[in-house]
Nanobody, 124 residues
Framework: QLTLVESGGGLVQPGESLTLSCAAFGFTSLKDSMAWFRQAPGKGREAILCIDGSGSRSKFTNSVEGRFTISRTNNGNSLFLQMDRLKPEDTAVYYC?????????????????WGRGTQVTVSS
């Protein structure tokens, strides 16, 4: 069994930065893919960035280009999302998820474990 716990969300002003963390408790493998998703009010869950079992990164949302960065620790137990130059449209609940497969996917149904999410609000 695997438990994922996100942290680091909060209220920030436009242009500021946040770093989200996702701690994995239980069995994980570096061969797994880990991703960040977000869900804004009234919208579906959107894939943002993913890091796969080989360490390659996939970007699924063009709006975060040059602003968001995904990383993970060498043991695979922690996942991070560095978010810079935040915009009001980045406001959402952010989730980390694990896919027990070597490559990434943008489809939420392809991920088998999810955290409960952390709220990010960007507002002046």
């Amino acid at each position: 069994q695997l438990t994922l716990v996100e942290s680091g969300g909060g209220l920030v002003q436009p242009g500021e930065s946040l770093t989200l963390s996702c701690a994995a408790f239980g069995f994980t493998s570096l061969k797994d893919s880990m991703a960040w998703f977000r869900q804004a009010p009234g919208k579906g869950r959107e894939a943002i960035l993913c890091i796969d079992g080989s360490g390659s990164r996939s970007k699924f949302t063009n709006s975060v280009e040059g602003r968001f960065t995904i990383s993970r620790t060498n043991n695979g137990n922690s996942l991070f999302l560095q978010m810079d130059r935040l915009k009001p449209e980045d406001t959402a609940v952010y989730y980390c998820a694990r896919r027990q497969w070597v490559d990434c996917s943008r489809q939420p149904e392809d991920y088998d474990f999810w955290g409960r999410g952390t709220q990010v609000t960007v507002s002046s």
